[in-house]
């Protein structure tokens, strides 16, 4: 069998004898997106960097349509790569789509996962009666069509949206640069995977301490989508980063390490 750490492109970095942190991505990415995040937390942690499966450097022949149409298929994958590293004490760093999968995760792993740090997440994306979840039933529709249609040209158009930070175009492109890097085939599966999935009911199944980062203004994931995480997920705590966009782990990196240090009690 493949080694679980080539399948995956595991890199361990930071202090080997600090507690773990196992940092998960989003669609569209691959580890690289945690290069500035990563230094400030690897004083103080071992952390455990990976590419989700179709994304980045991992096997692309590991890939299975079946398996990963849905979110139990990357959630058993991080299981794996929890117990072929033998890890303890673990807190699962989930970005986006990556933070419902660690949602997912720790619920396999009991023993191992001692707490979560979900980054702009979102259970469900469609609004659904009193749950707003940013976009109605077609507006993912038509995304997800124009996203068939022309794949290229939908990263190169939704990137910049995503990323937000208008200022700083060059983070837009960095990001429509790692989608473009992705398989058109396996970026529409997994985009169907991620903008059509439900985990609302999940949120009340975590019983370990839980860290909520939003930003001050996200379009994939407004605040009253953090708040609905926060208030599912039992003694959670919920910090609203003075950012903007879908992914601050690039665009403010210091603002969202420091909640997250100090949620782990570290200084930051």
Avoid: K
């Amino acid at each position: 069998m493949q080694d679980v750490r080539d399948r995956y492109n595991v890199v361990v970095t930071g202090r080997h004898d600090g507690r773990v942190l196992v940092l998960a991505h989003g669609f569209g990415c691959d580890q690289h997106m945690w290069r500035l995040l990563e230094p400030l937390l690897s004083r103080t942690f071992r952390i455990v960097l990976f590419d989700l499966i179709g994304s980045g450097r991992s096997d692309p022949f590991a890939w299975d349509e079946a398996r990963y149409s849905s979110l139990d298929g990357y959630a058993e994958d991080l299981a794996e790569i929890c117990r072929d590293l033998d890890l303890r004490d673990v807190v699962l760093v989930g970005h986006s789509v990556s933070a419902m999968i660690s949602v997912l995760a720790a619920r396999l792993e009991p023993e191992r996962v001692s707490g979560l740090v979900l980054i702009t997440p979102s259970p469900r994306y469609v609004d659904d009666g009193d749950y707003r979840g940013g976009f109605s039933q077609e507006d993912i529709d038509e995304l997800l069509q124009s996203l068939d249609d022309n794949y290229l040209g939908w990263s190169t158009s939704m990137a910049p949206v995503i990323m937000g930070n208008a200022d700083r175009p060059q983070l837009g492109e960095e990001l429509t640069n790692s989608f473009c890097r992705m398989n058109p085939r396996i970026a529409q599966v997994f985009a169907r995977t991620t903008f059509l999935s439900d985990s609302r009911a999940d949120l009340a199944s975590v019983t370990v301490p839980t860290l909520v980062l939003q930003c001050r203004e996200d379009v994939i994931a407004p605040q009253a989508v953090g708040a609905y995480v926060h208030d599912r997920i039992a003694g959670s705590e919920l910090v609203t980063l003075d950012a903007t966009g879908h992914c601050p782990q690039l665009s403010a990196p210091e603002r969202t390490a420091e909640p997250i240090l100090s949620f782990l009690g570290a200084r930051p």
